[in-house]
């Protein structure tokens, strides 16, 4: 083998591996091509877009989502970043924020988890994620998805996030914040 060659070798194993890397980040995301499609009642697809236009009268971008129960709507959100200048008006965590204000916060956290169902107009964004996996939500369902392009780029935004990241000590000072609070007591 030439000199050459090894370098060129080389580049293509760190392509492939890159390459790779990427669809390893991504394909989980992509597991539910493999379900079967839903299908939406009319009722709730018309409440879910109705939703979402209620976002363009502010200029936000149109997303709408539902939280249902069982059967029963018990949230509703569209987003809401311009209008309220909130980085976290987004339409899914919105219709949390509405469930948890209408049923309690403890009555919310009582709910079977296998019975809640986030339906979005629009595939979730890693924010409005990170809110479904901290409240237990499992089932999502969503008109649009994302391109691939917008997974890759997404991905390589949260591995970029992840290598820019550090930890300073001080986890002591935190443990003693989680003390002060009064479920600390009984989950120790």
Avoid at 14 to 37: D, G, T
Avoid at 67 to 86: A, C, E, H
Avoid at 93 to 116: C, H, L
Avoid at 172 to 184: C, E, G, K, N, T
Wanted: aromatic letters at 10%; a positive charge.
């Amino acid at each position: 083998m030439q000199p050459g060659q090894k370098k060129i070798n080389r580049n293509f194993i760190l392509l492939l591996s890159f390459i790779l890397l990427i669809l390893i980040a991504i394909a989980p995301s992509q597991l539910y091509l493999f379900k079967r499609n839903y299908q939406l009642n009319p009722e709730l697809k018309d409440t879910i877009i109705h939703s979402a236009a209620q976002s363009l009268r502010t200029l936000d971008v149109p997303v709408g989502a539902v939280l249902l129960y069982g059967n029963q709507i018990i949230g509703i959100g569209f987003n809401t970043v311009v209008r309220d200048s909130n980085v976290a008006g987004h339409a899914e965590i919105n219709a949390i924020n509405d469930a948890i204000r209408k049923s309690g916060f403890k009555t919310f956290s009582g709910y079977k988890r296998d019975s809640i169902y986030m339906l979005s107009t629009f595939d979730p964004c890693l924010m409005c994620r990170g809110a479904l996996i901290e409240y237990g939500i499992r089932h999502i369902i969503f008109l649009k998805e994302k391109t691939w392009f917008e997974r890759i780029k997404t991905s390589l935004k949260e591995m970029r996030l992840n290598l820019m990241q550090s930890h300073t000590p001080g986890a002591s000072l935190q443990d003693s914040l989680f003390r002060l609070h009064p479920a600390y007591h009984q989950r120790n």
